[in-house]
């Protein structure tokens, strides 16, 4: 997954691709580099980032839409968005997927997070359908669920992201959602300080075991600065390793900035993964 911000104020590529022409020529080399699926984001996640409303985020998102299918007719698209009314517009206007950093949750307050919390634990209760949630179901869109929470307060840190992870699926399946169009992403980067996104990459395997395909999220984080002491341009070697430890942990997908080195990790962890069973492809070079 190769991503497109069209934002001004994404943390490592904002303001990178505020024309058309820009994002166009970016998207072309990530699909010549090997990419799968192109995400587009209108609107930033990073700490401190300005909320922008949901005019304003299609107002970035929907021209993107728009060029890159004219060009690009067949590539899958996901929008990252947590709006219910930028997720319908994207959607008719050429998106497939929705990528949600809040897992369908944002919606809720925090006594009602707390109770759908504890109504997913004891297996008892009946769970709200959130807008997104109900918006998406309506739609029929695979949706990525990534973890997140307003806070950083674990009481045990597996326990509580395990549970966080599987109110997200009650939420989608509650809204008539399939499971079969659901995907977990462990939010690397969100709610968690760096041992904890050291912690969940050294776990993957745990959210894996969960019955989900996996997309891991971990490119250019400032997690990868803090261990390498490196600036967010020059976080390439780190982003790798997470990459090769990611899939050999069972991930499905990965989110990029850098295309073309991540596909070369990718292709060589898998290869690895093989083991006895790999086929060297015929139109790849020795």
């Not at 166009?24 to 209108?42: E, N, S, W, Y």
């Not at 992870?165 to 399946?173: F, H, K, T």
């Not at 982003?239 to 990965?254: D, E, H, L, P, R």
Request: with cysteine; hydrophobic share 45%.
């Amino acid at each position: 997954m190769g991503i497109l911000n069209v934002t001004p104020d994404s943390f490592s590529d904002g303001g990178e691709l505020v024309s058309i022409p820009a994002m166009l020529d970016r998207a072309r080399a990530m699909l010549a580099a090997g990419t799968d699926v192109l995400d587009i984001g209108g609107e930033s996640t990073r700490p401190g980032a300005t909320p922008v409303g949901p005019d304003e985020e299609m107002a970035r998102v929907l021209p993107a839409i728009a060029a890159i299918r004219q060009n690009w007719p067949d590539v899958p698209l996901s929008v990252d968005t947590s709006k219910p009314e930028v997720l319908e517009t994207a959607i008719q206007q050429g998106a497939d997927i929705l990528n949600d950093v809040w897992g369908l949750a944002h919606a809720l307050t925090p006594a009602e997070r707390a109770r759908a919390r504890a109504d997913v634990r004891s297996g008892n209760g009946t769970l709200p359908v959130t807008p997104l949630a109900r918006t998406a179901a309506k739609l029929g869109c695979p949706v990525i669920l990534m973890h997140n929470r307003p806070d950083r307060d674990y009481r045990d840190f597996w326990e509580d992201l395990l549970l966080d992870l599987q109110l997200s699926v009650a939420l989608a399946l509650r809204a008539g959602i399939p499971r079969h169009q659901l995907w977990l992403d462990p939010g690397f980067g969100f709610a968690k300080g760096v041992e904890q996104n050291l912690e969940v990459l050294k776990h993957l395997d745990r959210i894996v075991a969960l019955g989900f395909p996996v997309l891991v999220g971990t490119s250019r984080k400032s997690t990868i600065g803090r261990v390498l002491g490196t600036e967010v341009d020059d976080r390439i070697e780190g982003t790798g390793a997470t990459v090769v430890w990611s899939i050999q942990q069972g991930c499905q997908m990965i989110r990029v900035h850098d295309v073309e080195p991540m596909v070369r990790f990718a292709r060589m962890a898998d290869a690895i993964r093989a083991g006895l069973g790999f086929q060297s492809p015929t139109s790849w070079t020795r």
